[in-house]
């Protein structure tokens, strides 16, 4: 089978690895000409937002998906017209690629999310500080989404197509990765912690299995339920999740993609997201996600003040270590703050894994030459 891909970064990557075991042709598309997939598939150079690139790309091929959702749908749309399998659909696609759209999504669905107000652009705002502003569309990895905590922050705001949401009292941020196949078969993987880096906006450990009590485990329950309903898709989502401190979740967003939340399950469960995203797009049987123990996840991202060829500071030692396990993205050129790999580490006990994902970020840093 002939499977197309937007987007040529490390999702695509690991998606590829972790299907070389079977038949399939993969092609990426990536504006980047060192992009991570682009010596291990049948790589195209090209603008995955230009409605003319991503149809020339996909008319020949069994099933298109995508690693990152701002491409362009509309050429996406006329591909299903044309026969070719789209996972997740254009609609999906769509109506996660645009923030408004998501939240209104939320709200129609009765799904828990954040009250909101959306505005075009600043002169519009009539919403009560603190609140957090996310851009309608372009915003991942922390960028485009910004905290308005007092007045004086005002002045700060972004004049262009907004949400504006209420600012949620964390106590906890969650992930659960959600897969559907065409057949309508769902699996869901054990949810994770998220514990993220507060200067980069970025995560910084994935924990699993988290300790959460009844009532959360049920409402997280009845959110996956309520989304793979409305979604009414084949694909896999990752749904960010907020615990507040009155133990109410709500839904931050959702990727319609692979995510960086799902990189533990590579070692730390039966199956990896990878695995699960193939079945997906292949409509197979879905995989079992049972975790394996307490698992964990470290990004690997480059440090402050280093451009240029990358150099693993330090990986050496990290290697050393037992049921430590090393992903690197072949990127060869590093920058402040860039995703550059992971690594993942299986412990016994939640304290043991802490305190091995606490030694590893210690001991590896990614600088340059």
Known sequence: MKIGILGGGQLGRMLIQSALKYDDEFYTLDPAADAPCHNISYFTQGNFNDYQTVLDFGQDKDVVTIEIEHVNADALEELEKKGVKVVPNSRIIKTIQQKILQKEFYKEHNIPSPDFQTVQNKSEISFAVPFVQKMNTGGY????????????????????????????????????????????????????????????????????????????????????????????????????????????????????????????????????????????????????TDANGYSGMLNLVGAEGFTGRVIYKGLDEALKLPKTYVHLYGKTETKPGRKMGHINVLADSREELMEKLVKIKEMVQVIAE
């Open 141 to 288: 990895d922390g960028k485009g989404v910004q905290v308005i905590r007092t007045e004086d922050d005002l002045k700060n705001l972004w004049d262009a197509p907004s949400v504006l949401e209420n600012l949620v009292d964390i106590d906890k941020e969650l992930s659960v990765i959600v897969a559907r196949n065409e057949n309508g078969e769902t699996r869901i993987f054990p949810v994770t912690e998220m514990v993220a880096d507060p200067k980069l906006n970025l995560l910084d450990f994935n924990i699993c299995p988290t300790m959460l009590n009844e009532n959360t485990e049920c409402q997280i329950s009845a959110i996956t339920e309520k989304f793979l309903q409305a979604v009414n898709s084949p694909g896999l989502f990752a749904i960010e999740l907020f615990l507040d401190k009155n133990g109410k979740v709500w839904v931050n967003e959702t990727a319609p993609r692979l995510h960086n939340s799902g990189h533990q399950s590579q070692e730390g469960n039966s199956n990896s997201q990878f695995e699960q995203m193939y079945r997906v797009v292949k409509n197979l049987p879905l995989a079992d």
